[in-house]
Structure formats: structure tokens, C-alpha cells
């Protein structure tokens, strides 16, 4: 029976140890976010959140170096007293590697502040009591591949921030990331930001306690229409998406290549850098290719050969018709010997007009039949096609190739 029971406590230990590095990993995200949009206030506290929930050397030397940055800022010997005793819990724990070097230094730093103002007589301002808090911690899906699975000590602050990222709680404006008192109760949070779907989501506040609410933002798709002739295959990246007229595209944020294929037109393509939510339009313009610029010229020999054939068959008739007359007279007898010549002669032009007929008619049978194949087989494609720089002002690729 002790058996089971250790067991049983075993296990749940090992699930709220599991529970507090989630939290604390959920806290030391919100605070790198905001440290790395330089909201060093919101940085301390979702770091001082994570510490205690996990109280780990990169979890105090991230919160140092909030509280380091924030004393800069807002001269209050609270931040510099929470710098050093977390230089120190990060020193106490890492001896070597790390940012050691960069802890040593900074807390020499944050010591020379404080015996100044120690000096100068400032005095804190007491112990934080229990408050009710909510912070509000924004990922952008589309961003999610940056996040690095392990929790490391941050560095400088790099300044990235959101465009047009907002945040309420209840409809008052509140900073993302930062933990912000609030009554115990039901409150509804609601997020936006440019190029991303606006989040609206409720939560419940409890008494005393500081809650980390996880917002996640789904990239706006960019509008891409494309202004080409009816019945062109248009299709994105490799792959088909449509045939025009269509809707216009619903595109990812990022390069893709364009390309519009028809029937009798040299393909076109473009490469297109798209941002979220951007409305494009794409001109593609498609040019005949040289077979389809062939084509009417090879029918239209075809119609004068065809014509030549009309004309050398009727000479043959007509003279084939001659030919019988005299023939018939000769056979009637009484007729002088210069008729057989005349007969003669009309077989012999009879005959090369209808070996003309045909050899003119099967040349116009030819270049007809080439040309109809060559307007019905006239399917262009982008396989082995080269990409070759766009002149012009805008960026992007155009295709070129010979089919």
C-alpha cells in the first residue's frame, strides 16, 4: 500500500513540476516579446512571473536585465535592488559560459547605482502586495517558426515591433504583454494588428492572482487579382488555382511566381512580393506565340495553293473537253491530218493540268493540315522555360521560352 502511495506522489509532483515550466515558459515569452519591443516595464513583470513559477539562472538574468533597463528609464531603487538579486541568483547557479561575463559586469554596474542612491538617501517604496492582473501575451502564427524551443537569456533589446499591434481589455487600451490590474470578474480582451485577423476572446480574472491570457494572430491573405484573357490558366508557385476571369487570389505573405498559360500564347510569369492583407493587380499581358503568328499565314498559302488547284482542274476540263470533240470528229472520219496534231496537243496540256491539280491541291492539303495542327496542338507550358530578369522598374522575373 506505501508503494502506491509513494508512486501516486511521485506522480503528481512530476505533473506540477510539468505545469510550472509551462507557466513559466508562457510568462518568459511574453516578457522576451516585450523586452524585445523595448516595454521593459511588462518585461520585468512576466519575467518575475516565470521566475517564480520556475527559478531558473536564464529566467534571472533575462529579468535582470529587464529591471536594468527599466531603472534607466524610471530611476527607482526597487528596479535596481530586484537587478542585482537576480545578477546574483543567475551568478549563484552559472560560474562559467553562459553570459556570466555580461552578469559580473552588469551587477558591478547596478551596485554603483544603488550606493548612490543609498547615498542620496532614497528609500523603497515597500514590499508589492497580492494584486488581481492580466496580460495579455500576442503570437503571430505566422512567426511561430522564430520561436526557439529552449528558454535562453536575452539579449539587447532589438526594437521589432508589430505594426499597428492593439490591445483592450473591456475596451480600454491596454500595452501588450504588460500585467495590468483588473477586477475579479468575467473581462473580454481583444486584440488587433495590421495585416492580421482582429482576436476577441473572454477570460475570468481571480482575486489576487496574475493571469497570462495567449492570443494568437492569423495572418490576413494578400488579394491578388490578375487582368488576363478569358480562358488562361493562371497558377501560383507550380500549382494551378484557376482559370480566367476569376476571383481574385487569396496569397501568403511572401515571393511567389505567377505564371498564366494559354492556349496560342507565349507563357507569362512574375515573380510577386506580397505583404498580408495587400490588394495587387497583375497586368498579364500575352503575346501569340510563333506558331500561333504562323498559323494564318500557312492557311492563307493554303488558300491560294487550293485556288491554284481550282484553276489548273478547270483548264484540264476544258481541254480534256476538247480533246473528246476532236477525238470525236477524228472517229467520224474525213478530217485533214492537222486535226490528229491538234488532238495531240490538247491530250498533252489535259495532262499536265491535272498533274498540277494534284500536285498544287496535295501541297495545299499539306501546309492546310499543318497549319490546323498547329493551331490546335499550340499548348505552351513553363517546363524548361528560363527565368530572365524583368526590365523595368518594378521587381520580379518574366518567362521566356520556345515551345
Known amino acids: 500500500m506505501n508503494r502506491f502511495v509513494i508512486v501516486g506522489v511521485l506522480l503528481l509532483t512530476t505533473a506540477t513540476s510539468f505545469a510550472e515550466r509551462a507557466t513559466a515558459e508562457r510568462y518568459f515569452r511574453a516578457g522576451a516579446k516585450a523586452y524585445a519591443s523595448q516595454n521593459f516595464v511588462a518585461a520585468a513583470a512576466n519575467f ?9 539562472p536564464e529566467i534571472a538574468f533575462s529579468g535582470a536585465q529587464a529591471y536594468r533597463r527599466l531603472y534607466h528609464i524610471d530611476p527607482k531603487i526597487d528596479h535596481v535592488k530586484r537587478a542585482i538579486e ?23 554596474e547596478m551596485q554603483r547605482e544603488l550606493d548612490k542612491l543609498k547615498a542620496a538617501g532614497v528609500t523603497s517604496s515597500g514590499s508589492a502586495t497580492a ?5 495579455i ?15 535562453t537569456e536575452v539579449g539587447d533589446a532589438t526594437g521589432d515591433v ?24 468575467e473581462h ?10 482582429p482576436v476577441e476572446k473572454r477570460t475570468v480574472a481571480v482575486e489576487n492572482q496574475s493571469a497570462l491570457v495567449e492570443i ?36 501568403a505573405a511572401g515571393k511567389h511566381l505567377l505564371t498564366v498559360l494559354h492556349r496560342g500564347r507565349e507563357p507569362f510569369g512574375r515573380e510577386i512580393t506580397v505583404g498580408r492583407g495587400e490588394q495587387v493587380t497583375v497586368a498579364a499581358p ?11 499565314w500557312l492557311l492563307g498559302g493554303a488558300g491560294l495553293l487550293a485556288a491554284g488547284a481550282v484553276t489548273t482542274g478547270i483548264l484540264a476540263t476544258v481541254h480534256d473537253g476538247d480533246a473528246t470533240t476532236l477525238r470525236d470528229q477524228l472517229d467520224a472520219g474525213n478530217r485533214p491530218p492537222s486535226d490528229g496534231d491538234r488532238y495531240e496537243a490538247e491530250v498533252r496540256t489535259r495532262d499536265r493540268y491535272v498533274t498540277a491539280t494534284w500536285v498544287i491541291g496535295g501541297a495545299a492539303v499539306t501546309v492546310g493540315a499543318v497549319g490546323v495542327l498547329l493551331f490546335l496542338f499550340d499548348h505552351p507550358s513553363t517546363e524548361g522555360v528560363q527565368l530572365t530578369p524583368m526590365v523595368g522598374t518594378s521587381t520580379g522575373l518574366s518567362l521566356g521560352g520556345s515551345f
Open 286 to 296: 500575352l503575346v501569340n506565340t510563333g506558331r500561333r503568328r504562323a498559323v494564318p
Open 131 to 135: 494584486r488581481t492582473r492580466l496580460g
Open 48 to 56: 518575475d512571473e516565470a521566475y517564480r513559477s520556475e527559478p531558473m
Open 86 to 108: 537576480l545578477y546574483r541568483a543567475y551568478l549563484d547557479k552559472v560560474k562559467t559560459g553562459g553570459r556570466v561575463g555580461d552578469a559580473a559586469d552588469n551587477l558591478a
Open 188 to 197: 473580454v480582451i481583444k486584440v488587433v494588428a495590421e495585416g492580421y485577423f
Open 216 to 251: 494568437e494572430l492569423a495572418p490576413r491573405p494578400a488579394i491578388v487579382k490578375v487582368m488576363t484573357e478569358g480562358g488562361a490558366r493562371i497558377s501560383v508557385d507550380g500549382r494551378p488555382v484557376a482559370t480566367s476571369p476569376s476571383a481574385p487570389l487569396e496569397l
Open 162 to 185: 508589430t505594426r499597428g499591434l492593439a490591445a483592450t481589455i473591456d475596451g480600454t487600451a491596454v500595452e501588450p504583454f504588460a500585467l495590468v490590474e483588473v477586477e475579479a470578474k
Open 137 to 151: 501575451s500576442v503570437t503571430l502564427a505566422d512567426q511561430r517558426t522564430g520561436e526557439s524551443a529552449a528558454l
